[in-house]
């Protein structure tokens, strides 16, 4: 619960505080490319300032994000992450505070899972946050957030590792029960119900494989991605 009342404090912040702040003032330009007025409620037919592409000094709107007007896709990647980030850390709320029976293996998988992709994509929101404000000439920091990104990736890895292991074991103990207790009754209805049970965990145990190879995916997507943006930039 405090983990994720701290997780979801952060990804706030990030939402409303953006890197870089905000514009503290109004440049509209015509098609030229030439500034008109100061006040853009002044003039009805002002294009979206969203649309301009000179990066050096574009065009923009007071209260909009810096970030979003200079590198659109950095405050993309930053703005993704952040809210799932966000979304999980209410979803670990909510669950705790659902009154759910937490000693559930299902329901402990979840938390689990919600958790890693909850710390993971705040890890990448900061991550692209440090890129956004670091100057591209900046070696040191790039090498450094290059190298956190490969032992964060390393971590993940070995951990996930662990889990599928503990999983896999689990998963045989499981089949190796119901296979005993089929040899064991031979009537109809018992062999029923135990193809019911055991079609019933093999389906959960599918939906968690799925959901720890998606958050696995996604953490070797995202990295990826900033290590090649920050090979671009050195």
């Known amino acids: 619960m405090v983990v994720a009342s701290l997780i979801a404090t952060m990804a706030f912040q990030v939402?409303?505080?953006?890197?870089?702040?905000?514009?503290?003032?109004?440049?509209?330009?015509d098609s030229q490319g030439n500034q008109t007025i100061s006040d853009p409620k002044q003039n009805q037919n002002i294009s979206d300032p969203k649309q301009n592409q000179?990066?050096?000094?574009?065009?923009?709107l007071a209260g909009l994000s810096v970030m979003a007007s200079k590198d659109r896709d950095g405050y993309t990647g930053l703005y993704i992450g952040n809210t799932i980030s966000f979304i999980a850390s209410l979803s670990i709320i909510l669950l705790l505070m659902s009154g759910?029976?937490?000693?559930?293996?299902?329901?402990?998988w979840l938390l689990m899972i919600t958790t890693w992709i909850s710390i993971t994509t705040i890890a990448l929101t900061y991550l692209e946050a440090l890129d956004s404000l670091t100057p591209p000439d900046a070696d040191v920091a790039v090498y450094a957030m290059s190298y956190s990104v490969i032992v964060w990736?390393?971590?993940?890895a070995?951990?996930?590792?662990?889990?599928?292991i503990r999983?896999?074991?689990k998963l045989v103990k499981k089949l190796r029960i119901?296979?005993?207790?089929?040899?064991?009754?031979?009537?109809a209805g018992s062999a029923v119900l135990g193809y019911t049970v055991f079609g019933l965990k093999l389906f959960w145990v599918c939906i968690s494989i799925?959901?720890?190879?998606?958050?696995c995916g996604f953490i070797v997507f995202q990295c990826a991605c900033f290590v090649i943006k920050g090979s671009v930039l050195m």
């Open 15 to 29: 939402g409303v505080n953006p890197p870089g702040g905000v514009w503290q003032d109004d440049k509209v330009v």
């Open 178 to 187: 119901i296979i005993r207790m089929r040899q064991r009754r031979m009537v």
């Open 153 to 156: 990736i390393s971590l993940m």
């Open 54 to 60: 000179n990066i050096s000094d574009p065009k923009h």
């Open 158 to 164: 070995l951990i996930l590792t662990g889990h599928m």
């Open 167 to 169: 999983l896999i074991i």
């Open 210 to 215: 799925l959901l720890l190879v998606f958050l």
């Open 100 to 108: 759910l029976p937490l000693r559930q293996t299902f329901l402990m």
